[in-house]
């Protein structure tokens, strides 16, 4: 499927390898969070697919051990309308977001987790019991998740990529790297301890819940900064020096245009830049973007982060293409495209 979307969206023809990654019994036992719908008579189960039919199944096998001993499609939850659970296999904790009618009271809600929040009018998570937040262990040290943000729901997965980040960047002391959608600050974590105290680190995240996170976690290494901003919005402003390095980890979406133009309008001392994507469509797009800009895709790397499922993470490789003549019409690295082009 990666080929397929590199060969018909991004013009590319490359083998691709998907590898495994520890952490999952035989493509069981993997998913940290889980999301189960209530139906109108309190069961827990999981929607049909492409419907809003609530599916009493009773067990879900891809559902961490964690998430299974919490009992969720064992019990009555009505009225709430939905209970997410969400573990962390390194610290034991487990947190639960019931999703209930403005009328219940909290008090209403039980739950067996060590964090308890109630997801209420436009997604707003109130704390209920614990902390609200989750210690994730990845890249030999621990972090601090809030239960509602994002972190890789398999145990392996944040491991894997923060070490194929690094490989693709190789930074080198002194470095100024960028780390934009930067979640909790993985990413920016590894490169902040790479870069050292004199490089410099920038994250940039528009959540800001995952903001806080990230300045909690980055806290040890006050040369990584971060920042509650849209990507585009915040390399518009710049304020830091040119970067020599890049990570780019977006939603399903992708990175919207005009990130990748600004991005490589910030001055000519980029050399690379990691493309963390789950969707190899939006990737795809994306590559010949860059391309575009007269970028090549180096190499890369694909992981069974969802195994059972159709759904691949891939890291890729971006570096400038070797200088000499280009084909009429695209720009050079580091300058943003003519209106209209």
Do not use: K
């Amino acid at each position: 499927m990666v080929r397929d979307q590199l060969r018909r969206i991004a013009g590319l023809d490359r083998a691709v390898t998907v590898e495994p990654v520890a952490g999952d019994s035989g493509g069981l036992g993997w998913r940290t969070r889980v999301r189960f719908s209530v139906s109108p008579g309190g069961t827990a189960g999981l929607l049909a697919h492409r419907s809003h039919d609530v599916v009493e199944v009773g067990d879900c096998p891809i559902a961490h051990p964690l998430v299974r001993a919490a009992e969720v499609t064992a019990r009555d939850w009505a009225p709430a309308r939905s209970v997410e659970v969400a573990v962390s296999p390194a610290s034991g904790e487990r947190a639960m977001i019931v999703t209930t009618p403005q009328s219940v009271a909290g008090a209403q809600i039980a739950a067996d987790a060590d964090t308890v929040l109630r997801a209420g009018r436009g997604g707003r998570l109130t704390t209920l019991a614990g902390r609200g937040s989750l210690r994730q262990r990845a890249a030999g040290r621990s972090w601090r998740v809030s239960a509602g943000s994002f972190w890789q729901v398999h145990p392996g997965a944040a491991d894997a990529l923060s070490a194929a980040v690094l490989d693709v960047l190789r930074p080198r002391p002194g470095d100024v790297a960028l780390d934009l959608f930067c979640g909790a600050g993985l990413f920016a974590g590894a490169l902040a301890a790479a870069v050292g105290p004199d490089g410099t680190v920038i994250a940039v995240d528009a959540d800001r819940s995952a903001v806080r996170d990230a300045r909690h976690n980055l806290r040890g290494t006050p040369w990584a900064r971060v920042h509650a901003a849209d990507a585009a919005a915040a390399l518009a402003r710049g304020g830091w020096p040119p970067p020599a390095l890049a990570v780019l980890d977006p939603p399903r979406t992708g990175v919207p245009r005009q990130v990748i133009d600004r991005l490589l309008a910030s001055g000519t001392a980029l050399r690379a830049v990691a493309y963390v994507s789950c969707d190899p469509a939006t990737l795809a797009r994306d590559i010949a973007v860059f391309a575009g800009h007269g970028w090549r895709l180096d190499g890369l790397r694909a992981f069974d982060i969802f195994p059972m499922t159709h759904h691949v993470e891939c890291v890729a490789a971006l570096t400038p293409a070797a200088p000499g003549p280009r084909p009429a019409g695209r720009p050079s690295p580091g300058r943003r495209p003519a209106a209209g082009s």
